[in-house]
């Protein structure tokens, strides 16, 4: 598989009265052509942070440290996205990269028609189509999202939720973008909107080619769709890799803890077990291990939770990587345990 966007070494920072808050810290991951990635993780684990680094939207107090976010285009140029000016950007921000924003249905203003929304969004990245053929390829879009194209007409406030966030999706389409960054596109909606809003996004996937990522704390919602998966703890990827392979033998106590904590329609609900412990203040210089407190091996002794050792990822295999060095240890204890 061909790389779209390489991210190297990205952190950033909010200066903050009481300190500096590190929401993302030293991430490294590719997004290859094609997939369907998701990224996933606890509330405040840094997701939307990430996803505005990779824009270059990062607002005060925040600040991308340090890192750079290589995009391919399609003659396989390597351009660094944060060394490009603001206008040199905008060339990429929708007709490359598109994004749905966290809670975004609510960000539709409520005083304008849908189509307005289109017309305003084309005519801010790429003022050479006429507002007919704007029209025109709304309609089309819209379609991909089975709304009909009747929906242009109506303002914001006479959609339900479902409706508002497909809207969303089609206008993050009517540029022909080669990806779409979808920030927590199911929280809100109800379960059956929730299976709706997936199965579109994953035939525009299908019919399109084009790269979805999904950032959401709900890794149920996606585990079905998604071929590889990063895991968020605390503002480092903590696992990373093909989506098979790591829901079959986690090879982070993190991924493990989640994975046992996801509820099915088939098992016993009393079996699930929440991690104990709750996320770290990450106003703070860790001096260990983050997920440490957590962490079973840590708590029985197993490890001693050494940070120098967890500020890498590890090749678990060439499927799939952790930051946790105590990977094998991990692994071999469930095989003890299934057995
Ligand atoms: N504008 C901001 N100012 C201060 N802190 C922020 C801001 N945005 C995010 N954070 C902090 O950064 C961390 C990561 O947040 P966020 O990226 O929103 O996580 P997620 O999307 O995974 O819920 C959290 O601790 C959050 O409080
Ligand atoms: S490095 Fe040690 S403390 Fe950290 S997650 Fe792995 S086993 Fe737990
Ligand atoms: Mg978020």
Same mark, same amino acid.
Request: one cysteine or more.
């Given at each position: 598989?061909?790389?779209?966007?390489?991210?190297?070494? =990205?952190?950033?920072?909010?200066?903050?009265?009481?300190?500096?808050?590190?929401?993302?810290?030293?991430?490294?991951?590719?997004?290859?052509?094609? $997939?369907?990635?998701?990224?996933?993780?606890?509330?405040?684990?840094?997701?939307?942070?990430?996803?505005?680094?990779?824009?270059?939207?990062?607002?005060?107090?925040?600040?991308?440290?340090?890192?750079?976010?290589?995009?391919?285009?399609?003659?396989?140029?390597?351009?660094?996205?944060?060394? %490009?000016?603001?206008?040199?950007?905008?060339?990429?921000?929708?007709? $490359?990269?598109?994004?749905?924003?966290?809670?975004?249905?609510?960000?539709?203003?409520?005083? %304008?028609?849908?189509?307005?929304?289109? !017309?305003?969004?084309?005519?801010?990245?790429?003022?050479?189509?006429?507002?007919?053929?704007? !029209?025109?390829?709304?309609?089309?879009?819209?379609?991909?999202?089975?709304?009909?194209?009747?929906?242009?007409?109506?303002?914001?406030?006479?959609?339900?939720?479902?409706?508002?966030?497909?809207?969303?999706?089609?206008?993050? =389409?009517?540029?022909?973008?080669?990806?779409?960054?979808?920030?927590?596109?199911?929280?809100?909606?109800?379960?059956?909107?929730?299976?709706?809003? %997936?199965?579109?996004?994953?035939?525009?996937?299908?019919?399109?080619?084009?790269?979805?990522?999904?950032?959401?704390?709900?890794?149920?919602?996606?585990?079905?769709?998604?071929?590889?998966?990063?895991?968020?703890?605390?503002?480092?990827?903590?696992?990373?890799?093909?989506?098979?392979?790591?829901?079959?033998?986690?090879?982070?106590?993190?991924?493990?803890?989640?994975?046992?904590?996801?509820?099915?329609?088939?098992?016993?609900?009393?079996?699930?077990?929440?991690?104990?412990?709750?996320?770290?203040?990450?106003?703070?210089?860790?001096?260990?291990?983050?997920?440490?407190?957590?962490?079973?091996?840590?708590?029985?002794?197993?490890? $001693?939770?050494?940070?120098?050792?967890?500020?890498?990822?590890?090749?678990?295999?060439?499927?799939?990587?952790?930051?946790?060095?105590?990977?094998?240890?991990?692994?071999?204890?469930?095989?003890?345990?299934?057995?």
């Amino acid at each position: 598989m061909k790389p779209l966007i390489e991210v190297n070494n =990205l952190t950033i920072d909010f200066m903050l009265n009481n300190g500096k808050l590190r929401a993302c810290d030293n991430v490294s991951f590719t997004i290859y052509k094609g $997939e369907i990635l998701g990224i996933i993780g606890e509330s405040g684990s840094g997701k939307s942070t990430l996803a505005s680094g990779i824009l270059n939207l990062v607002q005060n107090p925040g600040k991308i440290t340090s890192g750079e976010v290589y995009y391919y285009t399609e003659n396989d140029e390597k351009v660094n996205l944060l060394e %490009l000016s603001k206008d040199e950007f905008s060339e990429y921000r929708w007709s $490359e990269i598109a994004t749905v924003f966290q809670a975004a249905q609510n960000a539709l203003n409520p005083v %304008l028609k849908i189509k307005e929304h289109f !017309i305003e969004t084309v005519h801010a990245h790429d003022a050479n189509m006429t507002e007919e053929q704007i !029209i025109t390829r709304s309609g089309e879009v819209l379609q991909y999202v089975r709304l009909d194209k009747g929906v242009l007409e109506y303002y914001p406030h006479q959609l339900s939720g479902g409706m508002k966030q497909r809207v969303l999706i089609a206008l993050s =389409l009517i540029l022909d973008p080669k990806i779409i960054l979808l920030d927590e596109p199911t929280t809100a909606l109800d379960v059956i909107t929730q299976w709706y809003i %997936l199965d579109l996004l994953e035939q525009i996937h299908d019919d399109l080619g084009v790269t979805l990522i999904f950032l959401t704390h709900d890794i149920s919602v996606i585990s079905g769709i998604i071929d590889r998966i990063a895991v968020m703890y605390a503002g480092e990827i903590v696992e990373y890799g093909e989506v098979g392979d790591v829901f079959e033998e986690p090879s982070h106590p993190y991924t493990k803890g989640l994975l046992h904590a996801i509820p099915t329609l088939t098992d016993d609900i009393t079996k699930r077990k929440a991690i104990p412990g709750s996320p770290p203040n990450l106003i703070q210089d860790f001096k260990q291990c983050k997920f440490a407190p957590r962490c079973a091996l840590y708590l029985s002794g197993q490890c $001693e939770g050494e940070k120098e050792k967890t500020e890498q990822l590890y090749l678990v295999n060439d499927n799939k990587c952790s930051r946790c060095y105590k990977y094998a240890d991990l692994i071999k204890n469930a095989a003890k345990e299934g057995a």
